[in-house]
């Protein structure tokens, strides 16, 4: 191994391909910070420049991208509560707050510091389990996978602050998510005859009427620039040192980040989002001095962050061990592969050991790069904060209307943007929690499938899914996350 | 002085303007060797469909003439039904194409939904890919045959969801098996063809069924084992083929891949398509491509390319009663 | 609508309007075969118990909701809180018909130009650099092609 990654190395050091790397840094961050737009969307947009590339310079362009889209997307998840990309969501929730006191440098700093170390963590865990990818790629059949849905589910609702709300967003997510058709009982669920819903609602489109349309519209009621304190330049300079150090100063919120992200990313359809809400809920749950989770605390910013970044790594492990992509961006590098002759198979780790450590090595180099690059521009985007809402408000509406379209191509996908969007304005105004209906939603599928799947396979006798390891260790962390609040509120009890 | 520049400015304008008018014209009836023709491609961007589409776009475009464009356009959703309709509604005029799946696009019609083109009625250019099915156990499976399968007190078969090829191929293998009796389980819904091969080693099941190509990693890998294999000549080495087993009617199984245009294309500018299709189908440098790309390349021509169509009615209107939902309950 | 976010029945009604999706929801799944109708039906009664619970809170205790209870006159009130919203569908009316090439332009003009209340001038050469650049990174550098509205779409 050590020899391949020399080999790699060599490589990858060489002038022609350091600017590859580059360019893919810089479209990753593009792509990442537009919503709508993404790392999938990247790739697939670049794969016609790769046909005349070497194997290993198109995979060092695409390493780039993938390294570098979710820190273009936290920056506007902090700036302007916008994820860039679905998984950035969870950044929001503390990330635009504290942009709102004036706090968007350290913001920014952790975001990028966060997920340049989560990143890297999540690549050495990934070199020391290949050797056992495989085995843990097959412990996760249909009823690991139904349980996995319900721990997600279970432990990010518990974590709001109005649990009966909560509940309701999240049967309304699920009920988003029941649209369209359903391919084990062959029915067409919900779409009113609409055929542009028969393959359901989007998860883009989704977020970004609940986020950025909603948001604005908010924004358009209160009035005034996203920062009501006036700051003054002061603030802003110190204000990324200051995010870089509170990531060293939570070590455990960044491993802990990094951790469920890497293993959440390699169980694949489960993605990004599911990974970077986990790790937010985990910390949010379990850290001491939690009351200001969801108004500014930077551990909140921290830990989907390292999440995010994390979870490219663990991704690797089902697309390298099987061919199965572990995300959307995977699937795409896929096809880039074997464009490129390159077979993804069980066999490719084997043959092709260089290659697969020079992605390694690429995904590496343009996690740290792009997060050097939004650290130096910490202090010029902080201010996109401070700009008059009147001209951001119709800006980020109209850009994300046509990132919607960019998506599929589709005018219904900016419909749903705009139906969410006022959708996510009236729970705003309401006080109904968004965050729980987007992981209902994203869940549901995954949920549903594997549920029905399990059922299939047991003929109906649903117990014999606790006879799987794997659902039963699952089963009892998600006990253990209903436990915490009940534990936490017994304490409270006994303290008064 | 002024009218007189203004004057000479007009004239290039008009000029520029009726440069750019004859351009964007209609092509002339009887020649493609200009046009821009759109290749849509019914699924997103990135699948094995869509690669083997853009690979050969330009081929095709290089036979048709010199000026001649072929721009691959993604089409998704409804299950490629959307991509299938617009092609099917285009103008005639040789300008809009499709890669179309079979079996695929052939089901939802012979499992009794309403759609919004006949692929019967097409204007056939070619066939690229036909893909042979494989029949396949994990691993470290004790079922080394058919008969073993038939052995198994209670089966359980692995499959992508209802509409998709991949399941009806099963439902049709498990009727010529003779399985019926035996309740087999249909363990459907997996997301794609990568998930349930894994599900198959993990062990969710005993039997799947699918592309030979999508197999062949894990095959090398000694993580599947083939049984048997569809057509008429075994592409897996020491694997017989369904009709050498006495299932000669599986033989048809399998996915192919062909170009079609709307219904009512002038036979001038077919025969052009067609022609320009079976030289870039035929050129050693696609072919390489191809094999490099683990395209299962057998081009047939237009007439042909059609009776496959026909043949697939036929073939799955055979075995309808069998196609039901398994798991609708 | 807009005074109801101000009223102490505000919660009431958005539980009840819930209650109501709940069960059109619910009353749909029963249609579909039991494979597909299965997850939906359950998810529907927990759907209905949960409203029906909030309902039942809102009832005993109809205090101020999250909903803030700040108000100016309360024409004015109901322009902020509908604004965005009209604004939105506006956009959404324009592009539909027209496309984004006429829709991006004409709004951000109108916004700044009315709503922002900026001069003529500035919000014209807003609208026209905005849409260059949008046009410039959408359709130029990644060549999408975007929305021509049905006014133009062939």
């Known amino acids: 191994m050590l020899d391949s990654l020399f080999t790699a190395a060599a490589y990858l050091g060489e002038g022609a391909n350091i600017a590859y790397l580059l360019l893919g840094v810089a479209v990753g961050i593009l792509f990442g910070s537009i919503p709508g737009l993404g790392g999938a969307t990247a790739i697939a947009l670049l794969l016609p420049l790769t046909f005349g590339m070497q194997p290993e310079q198109a995979i060092i362009l695409m390493g780039g991208i993938m390294g570098a889209v979710s820190i273009g997307g936290s920056v506007s998840a902090i700036l302007l509560n916008t994820p860039g990309t679905a998984p950035n969501a969870a950044t929001c929730i503390d990330g635009y707050p504290l942009t709102r006191q004036g706090k968007a440098g350290v913001a920014i700093g952790a975001a990028a510091t966060a997920s340049s170390i989560g990143g890297i963590i999540s690549l050495g865990i990934l070199v020391a389990m290949l050797p056992v990818a495989k085995s843990i790629v097959l412990l996760f059949g249909p009823p690991a996978f139904f349980m996995l849905a319900v721990l997600g589910l279970t432990s990010l609702t518990v974590a709001s602050s109005n649990l009966l709300r909560g509940l309701i967003s999240a049967c309304v997510g699920l009920f988003i998510g029941f649209i369209g058709y359903d391919d084990i009982g062959g029915t067409e669920r919900y779409t009113g005859g609409i055929e542009f819903l028969w393959d359901g609602v989007s998860i883009v489109p989704l977020l970004i009427g609940l986020f950025a349309i909603a948001e604005m519209m908010n924004l358009y009621r209160t009035g005034g620039p996203i920062t009501d304190r006036a700051t003054g330049e002061s603030v802003e300079v110190v204000g990324t040192p200051e995010g870089i150090r509170s990531v060293f100063a939570n070590p455990r919120t960044l491993f802990s980040g990094a951790a469920i992200g890497t293993t959440i990313g390699m169980i694949p359809g489960v993605g990004g989002v599911v990974a970077s809400f986990l790790s937010y809920s985990f910390v949010a749950q379990t850290s001491r001095d939690n009351q200001h989770f969801g108004s500014g605390d930077v551990r909140g910013v921290i830990a989907p962050e390292a999440a995010n970044n994390a979870k490219d790594g663990g991704a690797l492990i089902p697309t390298l061990a099987f061919g199965i992509p572990g995300s959307a961006e995977m699937a795409i590098f896929l096809g880039v592969l074997i464009l490129h002759g390159i077979d993804p198979g069980p066999m490719l780790l084997i043959e092709r050991e260089a290659t697969i450590l020079m992605l390694v090595l690429a995904l590496l180099g343009a996690t740290i790069i792009s997060g050097l690059l939004i650290l130096i521009g910490a202090r010029y985007l902080a201010r996109i904060a401070h700009i008059d809402s009147m001209v951001l408000i119709p800006s980020v509406i109209t850009v994300s209307l046509v990132g919607a379209y960019s998506l599929h191509n589709t005018i219904g996908d900016v419909f749903v943007a705009v139906f969410f969007g006022l959708v996510g304005y009236f729970m705003i105004r309401a006080d109904y929690p968004r965050i729980t209906l987007i992981i209902a939603f994203v869940l549901s599928g995954l949920m549903e499938r594997n549920f029905i799947q399990s059922m299939i396979m047991f003929e109906g006798n649903w117990l014999r899914m606790f006879g799987d390891v794997t659902t039963l260790v699952l089963f009892v962390l998600t006990l253990l996350a209903l436990s915490i609040p009940l534990v936490r509120y017994l304490r409270k009890m006994r303290a008064a | ?329 | ?154």
């Open chain 2, 1 to 329: 002085m002024c009218s007189r520049f203004l004057a000479v400015r007009c004239r290039h304008l008009l000029v520029a303007l009726l440069v750019a008018l004859s351009a964007c014209g209609p092509p002339d009836s009887g020649s493609l060797d200009q046009a821009t023709i759109t290749l849509v491609i019914p699924y997103h961007p990135g699948g094995g469909f869509d690669r083997a589409a853009r690979a050969f776009a330009p081929f095709l475009a290089s036979e048709l003439g010199p000026d001649a464009n072929v721009l691959p356009e993604n089409v998704p959703g409804a299950g490629g039904r959307r991509g299938a309709t617009k092609v099917f509604k285009a103008r005639p005029d040789g300008t809009t194409l499709g890669v179309f799946n079979l079996p695929g696009f052939v089901l939802p019609e012979i499992l009794g939904e309403k759609v919004d083109y006949d692929l019967r009625n097409m204007s056939w250019i070619g066939q690229l890919e036909s893909q042979p099915y494989a029949l396949l156990v994990p691993g470290t499976s004790e079922l080394r045959s058919i008969a073993d399968i038939r052995q198994l007190e209670q089966i359980t078969f692995l499959s992508t969801g209802y509409g998709a090829s991949v399941l009806a191929a099963t439902q049709i293998a498990a009727e010529s098996f003779r399985l019926a009796d035996e309740d087999p389980i249909f363990l459907s819904g997996y997301a794609g063809t990568a998930d349930y091969l894994v599900g198959l080693i993990r062990g969710d099941g005993h039997v799947g069924i699918a592309p030979v190509s999508t197999a062949a990693p894990y095959i090398d890998s000694g993580d599947l084992r083939p049984l048997a294999v569809s057509g008429a000549i075994s592409t897996l080495e020491g694997v017989p083929t369904f009709a050498e087993l006495g299932y000669p009617e599986l033989a048809d199984l399998g996915v192919r891949r062909s170009i079609a245009g709307p219904p009512g294309i002038d036979s001038q500018l077919l025969g052009q398509l067609r022609d320009a299709f079976m030289r870039a189908a035929t050129n050693p440098e696609f072919q390489a491509m191809a094999a490099n790309m683990r395209l299962e390349l057998s081009p047939l021509d237009g007439d042909e390319a059609a009776a496959a169509v026909a043949a697939s009615f036929t073939f799955y209107e055979a075995f309808r009663t069998n196609l039901r939902n398994p798991n609708a309950l």
């Open chain 3, 1 to 154: 609508m807009f005074t109801l976010f101000r009223s102490r029945y505000a919660d009431l009604v958005i539980a009840v309007l819930l209650f109501i999706i709940a069960g059109v929801a619910t009353w749909t799944a029963y249609s579909y075969s039991r494979a597909s109708g299965l997850f939906p039906i359950f998810t529907g009664w927990l759907f209905l118990a949960l409203t029906g619970l909030e309902i039942a809170v809102q009832v005993r205790k109809p205090g101020h909701s999250g909903a803030d209870i700040e108000s100016g006159s309360t024409r004015r009130g109901m322009l902020v809180e509908l604004g965005g919203p009209i604004w939105l569908g506006f956009l959404l009316l324009v592009v539909y018909i027209a496309g984004f090439l006429v829709a991006i332009p004409l709004f951000l003009f109108l916004f700044l130009y009315l709503a922002a209340e900026r001069t003529v001038i500035r919000s014209a050469v807003f609208a026209i650099l905005a849409t260059v650049l949008i046009y410039g990174v959408f359709a130029g550098l990644l060549e999408y092609r975007l929305f021509a509205g049905v006014l133009f779409d062939t």
